[in-house]
């Protein structure tokens, strides 16, 4: 009995410490993916897209929605260094808030919802003008060489107000 009870406790510790270990994975990978997030916002903000299309896998793809409207896709990080660069270089301040975020881990995959105000400054018809987006960020990720990056993304821009300056 004595030999039958020392099993079962080291059976059960040692389930108990896979599941700390599987929980602990878990979260450092919640929080790599959080990481990717963020510093893709923060190298907009700085307009270092060099830097920002390396968050994505090789063929990643770039989906944005406007009023409803999907664009066309991008696909690449040629093509997403290309659009980003045009597109920032509209403006003068780019500053990105992030907010909540939910994500699904599936193993070396994970999908996820992030949402983010995003405030830019520069001309527009010849006026200083300020926008702000507000946007939702639907995301696939992939887990390659054991760093996360996009594999897709949906940028659902859900309200949009300018005003001049």
Not at 25 to 51: C, P, R
Not at 56 to 74: H, Q
């Amino acid at each position: 009995m004595l030999l039958f009870l020392s099993t079962l406790t080291f059976a059960q510790k040692k389930m108990e410490k896979n599941n700390i270990e599987q929980r602990l994975a878990a979260i450092e990978d919640k929080m790599a993916i959080k990481y990717v997030v963020d510093e893709f916002s923060n190298l907009a903000d700085t307009k270092e897209i060099d830097k920002q299309v390396m968050l994505f896998t090789e063929d990643g793809e770039v989906v944005s929605i406007s009023d409803g409207n999907p664009s066309t896709p991008l696909k690449g990080r040629k093509q997403l260094q290309q659009a980003f660069s045009a597109f920032l270089s509209n403006f003068h301040t780019v500053y990105h808030q992030n907010g909540q975020q939910t994500i699904d881990l599936q193993g070396d995959k994970a999908e996820a919802i992030s949402y983010c105000r995003v405030i830019l400054v520069g001309k527009q018809n010849g006026k200083e003008s300020k926008t702000t987006m507000y946007t939702v960020y639907k995301d696939s990720f992939v887990k390659e060489n054991g760093k996360w990056l996009i594999k897709h993304r949906t940028s659902n821009s859900v309200h949009r107000e300018q005003t001049d300056l």
